[in-house]
C-alpha cells in the first residue's frame, strides 16, 4: 500500500532563516505531488505541483520554492522566511495520468511551521 | 471559474441530527467531485466522492447530493455525531485540466452530545 512520509512534524524558525521541509511516498511510481499551505483555521492553498522528477509548477509568487530531486521526494524551500510564512504544510501525492477515475489526492501529516 | 464556493464557513448540530454542507462551482468541465474531511492537527483525508453521471451516492451516514444543471453539490451527514466533528473541504476535478483538485473554502462542523 501506499503511505506518505512528512517531516518534521514542528518547526519554530525565526524569521529570516532557511526552511527545508521534505516528503516521501512509497508503494507509487511517478507519483503527481504536492505541496498545500493551511493558515490557521484556512483552506487549502496549493502552493506547486509537480508531474515528474524536475518538473516544478508554482501556483502562487512568493519566497518559498519546491524541488523534486527523485521520483518520490519533494522539498518544500526558503531561503530567508517570513513572518507570513507560518502554517500547515501539507504534501499530498495523487496518482498520475488518471484522469478518468478521479484525481484523489492523498495527504500526508502535516508540518506545523512557526516563524518567529 | 477555478473556483468551488462553499458554504457555510461554520456549522453547529445537535448529536443526531442532519448536518448540510454545501458547494457550488462554475467550470462545467469539472468531472469529479471528492468530500475531504480534517480533523485538527491531521491532513485531509477523502472522505467520499461523486460523478456528475449520477445524482447521489451514499455511504454510511454520509451521502453527496449533486445537481449538475444548478451546479451544485452537497454533503449530507446523517445522525450527526460528535465524532463527525472536524472541518470539511468540498472539491472539484476536471479530466481535461492539469492533475489538481480545487478546494472549497471548508466548513468547520462542531456535534454537540
Known amino acids: 500500500s501506499q503511505t506518505i512520509h512528512q517531516w518534521p512534524a514542528t518547526l519554530v524558525q525565526p524569521v529570516g532563516s532557511p526552511l527545508s521541509l521534505e516528503c516521501t511516498v512509497e508503494?507509487?511510481?511517478?507519483?503527481?505531488l504536492y505541496w498545500y499551505r493551511q493558515a490557521a483555521g484556512r483552506g487549502l492553498q496549493l502552493l506547486f505541483y509537480?508531474?515528474?522528477?524536475?518538473?516544478i509548477s508554482s501556483e502562487v509568487p512568493q519566497n518559498l520554492s519546491a524541488s523534486r530531486p527523485q521520483d518520490r521526494q519533494f522539498i518544500l524551500s526558503s531561503k530567508k522566511l517570513l513572518l507570513s510564512d507560518s502554517g500547515f504544510y501539507l504534501c499530498a501525492w495523487s496518482v498520475l495520468g488518471a484522469r478518468r477515475s478521479g484525481n484523489t489526492i492523498y495527504f500526508g501529516e502535516g508540518s506545523w511551521l512557526t516563524v518567529v | 471559474q477555478q473556483q468551488v464556493k462553499q458554504s457555510p464557513q461554520s456549522l453547529i448540530v445537535q448529536k443526531g441530527g442532519i448536518s448540510i454542507i454545501n458547494c457550488a462551482y462554475e467550470n462545467t468541465a469539472f468531472d469529479y467531485f471528492p468530500w475531504y474531511q480534517q480533523f485538527p492537527g491531521k491532513g485531509p483525508a477523502l472522505l467520499i466522492a461523486?460523478?456528475?453521471?449520477?445524482s447521489e451516492k451514499k455511504e454510511g451516514r454520509f451521502t453527496i447530493s449533486f445537481n449538475k444543471s444548478a451546479k451544485q453539490f452537497s454533503l449530507h451527514i446523517m445522525d450527526s455525531q460528535p465524532g463527525d466533528s472536524a472541518t470539511y473541504f468540498c472539491?472539484?476535478?476536471?479530466?481535461?485540466?492539469?492533475?489538481?483538485?480545487?478546494f472549497g473554502t471548508g466548513t468547520r462542523l462542531q456535534v454537540f452530545p
Open positions: 461523486i460523478r456528475p453521471d449520477v
Open positions: 509537480s508531474v515528474g522528477i524536475g518538473q
Open positions: 472539491a472539484a476535478f476536471s479530466s481535461y485540466n492539469t492533475d489538481k483538485l480545487i
Open positions: 508503494g507509487t511510481s511517478n507519483p503527481n
